[in-house]
T-cell receptor
Framework: KAGVTQTPRYLIKTRGQQVTLSCSPI?????VSWYQQTPGQGLQFLFE???????NKGNFPGRFSGRQFSNSRSEMNVSTLELGDSALYLC?????????????FGPGTRLTVL | GESVGLHLPTLSVQEGDNSIINCAYS??????FIWYKQESGKGPQFIID?????DKRQGQRVTVLLNKTVKHLSLQIAATQPGDSAVYFC???????????????FGKGTLLTVNP
């Protein structure tokens, strides 16, 4: 079974631009979560989607948004990029609930904002 | 153990030794715990999980111990190899943080270095 895939793997953007990241979960997994990972803050939860609905959201500004499609694939968008948005963005999928079902991570998208 | 600041706790061991990585979790209501391994440039990789109705669970070369009394979790790696060098994270389903059961809360991680 293929793992979680994320595209692109690397991105370089400038301040003020926007970016869209994509995540394809493991086949059969319906829950997709997004995390931001930085050296200073560790892994921070962004949001979680299930059946095209956002069920939970972390403490991030409204510039961070996401969505999920009917095939469970998910995208996240960051608008008006700031230098501090430079991070590794990780997507993880689980069967139904990340709180009780094992969550598997993708390789991440490394975003650099200049 | 867990880091509360910018610096990761580190553990340095010799190849072949056993490693023990510790984690203090925050919520006594948490009932599902996972250990992940993250190598440089890669996403976290699932190692082993444990539910609160168990005290111990074993995998291949790894054992997780759960002490609910003191809210402590540990990961033991037997016969540590250079390929085990990575950052190890524990995670808990923090039921009451934000009142949601749809996320895991991660610790800051521990950097394990295995010397040949």
């Amino acid at each position: 079974k293929a793992g979680v895939t994320q595209t692109p793997r690397y991105l370089i953007k400038t301040r003020g631009q926007q970016v869209t990241l994509s995540c394809s979960p493991i086949s059969g997994h319906r829950s997709v979560s997004w995390y931001q990972q930085t050296p200073g803050q560790g892994l921070q939860f962004l949001f979680e989607y299930f059946s095209e609905t956002q069920r939970n959201k972390g403490n991030f500004p409204g510039r961070f948004s996401g969505r999920q499609f009917s095939n469970s694939r998910s995208e996240m968008n960051v608008s008006t990029l700031e230098l501090g948005d430079s991070a590794l963005y990780l997507c993880a999928s689980s069967l139904e609930k990340p709180s009780t079902d094992t969550q598997y991570f993708g390789p991440g998208t490394r975003l650099t904002v200049l | 153990g867990e880091s509360v600041g910018l610096h990761l706790p580190t553990l340095s061991v010799q190849e072949g030794d056993n490693s023990i990585i510790n984690c203090a979790y925050s919520n006594s209501a948490s009932d599902y715990f996972i250990w992940y391994k993250q190598e440089s440039g890669k996403g976290p990789q699932f190692i082993i999980d444990i539910r609160s109705n168990m005290d111990k669970r074993q995998g291949q070369r790894v054992t997780v111990l759960l002490n609910k009394t003191v809210k402590h979790l540990s990961l033991q790696i037997a016969a540590t190899q250079p390929g085990d060098s990575a950052v190890y994270f524990c995670a808990e389903n923090d039921w009451y943080s934000g009142g949601s059961n749809y996320k895991l809360t991660f610790g800051k991680g521990t950097l394990l270095t295995v010397n040949p």
